[in-house]
């Protein structure tokens, strides 16, 4: 009884210390090479990188950090897109997705809320406009996730605290930054290094639409249009994201 209960304690402590990470647009900074790029921002928190894109169609539109002194529930920083028809959150392993602050300065309207990766389902929620809400989401082993809603033309989207936590369907056998995808920008041909056990590359486009699936560390990319897609690497033990430029 006593070894059981110990497990028991054991188990529930093992669970307890998962750490939450929260991506409070606190701490963001420009990706990539240019530091003056506002068309995707980064933050950094616990080792894990989200990137926030937003766009019109296929076109990438600009994001800023703004404070609404406390608006729909928001906190200190929330980020904000210039008039735009989808928002994007990129994580660059897989995690799971509890709940995200959206925000609503438009006329009511449905919000969906998209994941990519896992075997989750979209959420779609409707929030009344001059208000936000803390949106529960829910998603395991989620390697991106896109924000669309149902009004009409584009609007600026804004949201604030997105709550994730590692994995549980995650156990690292490879370093994330050792993880390299070559080159980028790339023209014909793809290539992915320092991965073992690979079971599957997925690519998609900024809508989400899988473009191409390949077992080969090696992938033939030159039929796809020029743009910006992100690349799902799975192995037997971990999935992450990276993201590449067809030129």
């Known amino acids: 009884m006593l070894k059981t209960t110990l497990i028991t304690l054991l188990f529930v402590f093992s669970i307890s210390t998962t750490a939450q990470t929260t991506f409070g647009f606190e701490n963001t900074s420009a ?6 790029n506002q068309f995707e921002l980064q933050e950094i928190i616990n080792g894990i990188t989200m990137y926030s ?6 076109s990438p539109v600009l994001l800023s950090i703004n404070s609404l002194g406390g608006f729909g529930g928001s906190s200190g920083n929330v980020i904000r897109t210039n008039p735009a028809d989808k928002t994007e959150f990129t994580f660059d392993q897989a995690v ?3 709940s995200i602050i959206a925000l609503n300065g438009d006329d009511t309207a449905n919000f969906t809320f998209t994941p990519i990766g896992g075997t989750n389902t979209s959420v779609v929620v409707p929030i009344t406009g001059g208000s936000g809400q803390t949106v529960s989401l829910n998603w395991v082993g989620v390697t991106s996730f896109f924000v669309t809603s149902d009004h009409t033309g584009s609007i600026s989207y804004f949201f604030d605290d997105v709550k994730v936590t590692s994995s549980t369907l995650s156990t ?3 370093s994330i930054d050792e993880v390299s995808i070559f080159p980028n920008p790339a023209t014909t041909q ?11 590359v997925t690519i998609y486009d900024v809508l989400g639409k899988t473009v191409l699936q390949s077992t080969s560390l090696s992938i033939n990319v030159e039929d796809l249009s020029k743009g910006v897609y ?3 690497i799975e ?3 971990e999935t992450i994201t990276k993201k590449v430029v067809k030129k």
Do not use: M, R
């Not at 290539?191 to 690979?198: F, M």
């Open 31 to 36: 990706s990539g090479a240019n530091p003056n």
């Open 53 to 58: 894109d937003a766009y019109n169609g296929v």
């Open 96 to 98: 799971d997705v509890q």
């Open 172 to 174: 690292t056998d490879f």
């Open 190 to 200: 793809l290539n992915i290094k320092n991965v073992t056990n690979l079971k599957e």
């Open 230 to 232: 992100i690349v799902k």
């Open 235 to 237: 192995t037997e033990n």
